[in-house]
């Protein structure tokens, strides 16, 4: 159970911004600011354009951290309870009824998660309040689900997010609402008994994003047109618009519905309207809770008025608004708003997390040119340039302007062998379309020697110049959790950035001379002449695809190199991606058309630990080139002890530096296992491995065990050898600070974004005496209202990858999570 002081943060009024005005560029390849729409759907705030721009404008409810770890942010984390009964008063809507029901009363929740969610006001002015979350939530169930065969608010792209979600969703009670704050609780059928973090967000969890009469206007646009035009959530139907907040040419369309809605007199949902007898429940008062007439009077007309004089709707609750976006010059201005903000943000590694705004106003630019880009930001007309690059692209201006500029690392892509292991693992006999041919790579003992054989080194300092660092597992380096473990075992198996190509070699001969014996014994002839290693008289080849579009085409030249030094004839394959990946990952790997494939992995920013448990669940099995034969990792930690330690399982123990498993009684259970088993037990958290032992993660500490084992039988098999970890740049002028630059996406990040300050600023001061939010009509709103606490922080809305989770409500389908987070490059 997590218990956290209750903190009642108190609004500031920020008068003492530190900055003016922060200047970005960033790249417009294809003529538009945005690749994406802003809108409360599934389909809203997607492409790294729009979600970099939602940083400023939304709180998220918690934050990863550079630390590798969720913080409290705009919510707090109260409580977690597990095994509990669900009270007759935790609710789900249900669109078929058109009510609030609580069908899940009395049946036990697998946890009941408390959070407890700073209030507020929007940036026009308005409440947020307890109606904004029920709202919200409602229509997460509305449009997932269709009631009806002509049901006008069902989405296929909602059910398709989160269907899956809500079925594990057992209700929401509200526990208390005040002026500043919302406690409730959530209900579910979900667990991860190792991580309460995982278990508070990993599959549901509420946060508005906007007021919920501007979700009810964007619902009635999708549901039922406006003047004449239709509107969608996820594609542009004809004669219509994809709902698209910041569009100028549709913020009279927002207007217009909200202006039916008041002239209806109808202005209360049924959403909201039919929640009367379950706020008598809870104890809250209509007017608490925000649903009245006159209430929703002024949302409508906020809506309005804030349509018509700043052409948005972006109505958010961060600390800035959209003041003016102007599609044609592909430039958008952002000022500092006049909101109350209430959250509860804490440390990262004794760091406070950025939570005061740090600018009066944010110009963001796009640019067809990245090199005129560069060049400004060298030149210090623009403070930074939000798009990485590789560092050649950015040397000329450093070797020129180099005192004035600060290039910050992310790390973009990663490199792995894909080796193509199909075959018998004896001799190594492919049957490939009737014939039998020899497979070297279906040898375990020939794929490991790869790990020998490459000098990842070699491919940091030649290839990539620089701009990289060696990596032995399917985790950079920024994912420090992940990370740190898998080096302790890669230490312990060896595995050195050099490598050692006599080794290597060495053992690629053994694998080599092995199989001819079994082979000899079956009728054929495997034998090395001259270096060359024959096959039944023909030298045994093996064809390498290199990726044209980068520098993997120079990595698959250096491994042709290297295979060539083991004894092999090489043909290498210079391929595109769209050839590549069809053989490799599309086609039967019996044919043979390739061995070894250089792969490239986009890096998708920190991960949580739920993610990381689909490591070796996906590369050892979903993704192995044999995964269609239903091949399983035959390595057992019985392996890995004999190859780490020598069978001594004390010295296993401590090299290994086993947390939970660190006896040798407690490990003797596990011996058997399979680096298949091992997969499967972190992917699913129980397993049935040998001898019908069921095991079930309920610590951290025995999670990363299990990681390090099952990391240490993947690399023992080597379905893949894992190289380097590529960089590129963000280059900042600086006249700027990155306080808290992301370990992975550098200034990819929300915190990244929101810790960016002007580097003269020492120290932000902050004048702590409550302020009035009120609506505002200039366009130069600049002061603020802020809070601080010392009260932990959590956060969810942003991936590094750009694959933000925004949207009516932060939900996680944990379901395809891990496969959304790996993309192949």
Known sequence: MLFSVFLVAKPASAQSVPGDTLKIVQLAAQGSLFMGVFNPSPSGMTDVYTVRVWYFLNDPAVTM????????????LVNIQYNVKVPDDAVIWNGTQKQWVAPYAGKTAKSAVTWKCGLGTWVDGQKITLADYLFDYAMTWEWSYQDGKNDKYYSETYGNNYQGTLQLVMGLKVDKVTNDYIEYTLYQNYV????????????????????????????????????????????????????????????????????????????????????????????????????????????????????????????????????????????????????????????????????????????????????????????????????????????????????????????????????????????????????????????????????????????????????GAPMFGPEVSGQIDAYTRIMTVAKALGFTPQGDENYALKLIDQAMNNAAQALKAKGYTLEKKDGVWYFNGEPVTVKVIARVEDQRLDEGKYIAQILQKAGFKVELLQWQRTQASKVVYGQDPRTLQWHVYTEGWVSSGIQSVTSIAWDFWFFDYYVDPNWATNYHNPMTVKDLVNTVAGGDLNKFISTLDLKYYNTPDKLKPLLNWTGYDLAMVLAYNSWKGPDNKTISIDTLDQFWDLYKLAYGTHMLNSPRVYTVETWNFFLTNKKITVTMPDPISGLGSFLAARSVVPTKATTTQTVTTTTKSTTSSSSTMTSTTTTTTTSSSPTPTTTSSGKGICGPAFIVALGVLPLLLRRRK
């Not at 995982?198 to 009635?220: D, H, Q, R």
Request: glycine share 8%; hydrophobic share 35%; proline share 7%.
């Open 65 to 76: 951290g550079p630390d590798a770890q969720y913080h409290n942010y705009r919510c707090e």
């Open 192 to 467: 991860v008994p190792y991580d309460k973090w995982s278990t508070a967000i990993g599959n549901f969890m509420e946060k508005p994003s906007f007021p919920w009469e501007l979700y009810y206007v964007s619902s009635e646009m999708v549901a039922n047109g406006v003047n004449g035009k239709t509107f969608a959530w996820d594609t542009q139907p004809q004669n219509g618009y994809q709902l698209d907040m910041i569009s100028p040419e549709q913020a009279p369309y927002f207007a217009a519905e909200a202006k039916n809605i008041l002239n209806s007199g109808n202005l209360i949902p049924v959403w909201l309207s039919t929640l009367k007898p379950w706020l008598q429940k809870w104890g809250v008062s209509e007017e608490q809770a925000g649903i009245t007439t006159d209430m929703a009077k002024e949302g409508y007309n906020a809506i309005i008025k804030w349509a018509n004089e700043y052409k948005n709707v972006l109505i958010g609750d961060g600390p800035y608004y959209v003041e003016k976006y102007d599609p044609k010059a592909m430039t958008v201005v952002l000022k500092l708003a006049n909101n109350k903000r209430i959250g509860y943000p804490g440390t990262v590694n004794g760091k406070p997390i950025p939570w005061n705004p740090n600018w009066k106003e944010i110009d963001i630019y796009g640019t067809l040119n990245k090199d005129t880009a560069i060049l400004a930001v060298a030149k210090g007309e623009y403070d930074f340039y939000w798009y990485a690059t590789p560092y050649s692209d950015i040397a000329k201006v450093m070797q020129q302007y180099g005192k004035d500029l600060n290039p910050i690392k992310t790390i973009s892509v990663w490199w792995s062998l894909d080796l193509n292991l199909v075959g018998d693992p004896q001799t190594g006999l492919v049957n490939s379309s009737g014939t039998e041919k020899f497979n070297p790579f279906a040898l375990r003992g020939v794929r490991y020697a790869m790990n020998w054989l490459v000098n990842r080194q070699y491919i940091v300092s030649q290839i990539l110049q620089g701009s």
